[in-house]
Nanobody, 126 residues
Framework: QEQLTESGGGSVEAGGSLRLSCVVA????????MGWFRQAPGEERRQGVA???????TYADFVKGRFTISKDSAKNTLYLDMNNLKPEDTAKYYC????????????????????WGQGTQVSVSS
């Protein structure tokens, strides 16, 4: 059973920064790709934020230049550094993983991922 555990969420003012972490139980094989998604209040769909795929990094347009995704394989941890946060970034943030072969070409589509964490809440006030 894959287990992903997010942490690092919190409440910040606009312009602030947060670092989210996602610890993966076991070893992060290079066969697996990972991403961050978010679900805003009242929204049914989880929105792709950033992902590490077979061909590199992918970012949603609304976070380019502000968010950075990274991975520390030695610590089995995926990170999302979020800078210049805006009120519209308020959401519950989830990490997800699946075989790179399953998500190739659609790294920001949540439906491609089969393993999810429980999420961590980020709230940004104006």
């Amino acid at each position: 059973q894959e287990q992903l555990t997010e942490s690092g969420g919190g409440s910040v003012e606009a312009g602030g920064s947060l670092r989210l972490s996602c610890v993966v139980a076991g070893y992060i094989s290079n066969r697996y790709c990972m991403g961050w998604f978010r679900q805003a209040p009242g929204e049914e769909r989880r929105q792709g934020v950033a992902a590490i795929g077979s061909n590199g990094f992918t970012y949603a347009d609304f976070v380019k230049g502000r968010f950075t995704i990274s991975k520390d394989s030695a610590k089995n941890t995926l990170y999302l550094d979020m800078n210049n946060l805006k009120p519209e970034d308020t959401a519950k943030y989830y990490c997800a993983k699946d075989l790179c072969s399953a998500v190739a070409g659609a790294e920001l589509q949540g439906a491609r991922y089969g393993y999810w964490g429980q999420g961590t809440q980020v709230s940004v006030s104006s």
